[in-house]
């Protein structure tokens, strides 16, 4: 079946620490992939995204993503971690069958210890 | 430019109500997005409208509608709320649709709670 899983629900890192958050998906061909933070009481912000390629995309606020199709992943990592970066993380796919639609995965919680 | 903006901020209805959720695009976008947003199921899509016509839909059941005025502003529509209404409701402006961009920016949605 047709997925994206992020199997981290909560992820906790200490202020400077480097951050990996992962994300697998489940299509038969490539999609179109992205990564949204959310902060608390607001929308979705998009980091970065991947179309083709390129496998290593650069984003905003520091962060960047790797593609590697042979594990179907797409791994959101930034260096070192700040305290303002605390939120939920969302990988989304846009599949490519002309349903022209985004399917996100369940979200992990990033907590920044001081 | 401004954001999208979406209202009201929160909402609270009786099951067996209907309500109506607002989004306001950004200036010169065409395409609006619905998504909803709860602990047990995620976020998923809504539907998408695109000059007035809903180009894409979700499984949703048809109590959820929406439309979209000739200035890109859009509405969405629940019909006899259930419990299960309750959720965060996003909304995301498009310049173009999302059959040819997924450029999308998303409000700060609508938080409908269902009593």
């Known amino acids: 079946a047709q997925s994206v899983t992020q199997p981290d629900i909560h992820i906790t890192v200490s202020e400077g620490a480097s951050l990996e958050l992962r994300c697998n998906y489940s299509?038969?061909?490539?999609?179109?992939l992205f990564w949204y933070v959310q902060s608390p009481g607001q929308g979705l912000q998009l980091l970065l995204k991947?179309?083709?390629?390129?496998?290593l995309v650069q984003g905003i606020k520091g962060f960047e993503a790797e593609f590697k199709r042979s594990q179907s992943s797409f791994n959101l990592r930034k260096p070192s971690v700040h305290w303002s970066d605390a939120a939920e993380y969302f990988c989304?796919?846009?599949?490519?069958?002309?349903?022209?639609?985004?399917?996100f995965g369940s979200g992990t919680r990033l907590l920044v210890r001081p | 430019k401004a954001g999208v903006t979406q209202t009201p901020r929160y909402l609270i209805k009786t099951r067996g109500q209907q309500v109506t959720l607002s989004c306001s695009p950004i200036?010169?976008?065409?395409?609006v997005s619905w998504y909803q947003q709860t602990p047990g199921q995620g976020l998923q899509f809504l539907f998408e409208?695109?000059?007035?016509?809903?180009?894409n839909k979700g499984n949703f059941p048809g109590r959820f509608s929406g439309r979209q005025f000739s200035n890109s502003r859009s509405e969405m529509n629940v019909s006899t709320l259930e419990l299960g209404d309750s959720a965060l409701y996003l909304c995301?402006?498009?310049?173009?649709?999302?059959?040819?961009?997924?450029?999308?920016?998303f409000g700060p949605g609508t938080r409908l709670t269902v009593t």
């Open positions: 991947y179309f083709s390629g390129d496998t």
């Open positions: 200036s010169g976008h065409r395409s």
């Open positions: 299509y038969g061909a490539t999609p179109y």
């Open positions: 995301a402006s498009s310049p173009r649709g999302l059959a040819e961009t997924y450029e999308q920016y």
């Open positions: 989304a796919v846009a599949p490519m069958d002309s349903s022209y639609k985004l399917i």
């Open positions: 409208y695109f000059s007035e016509t809903q180009r």
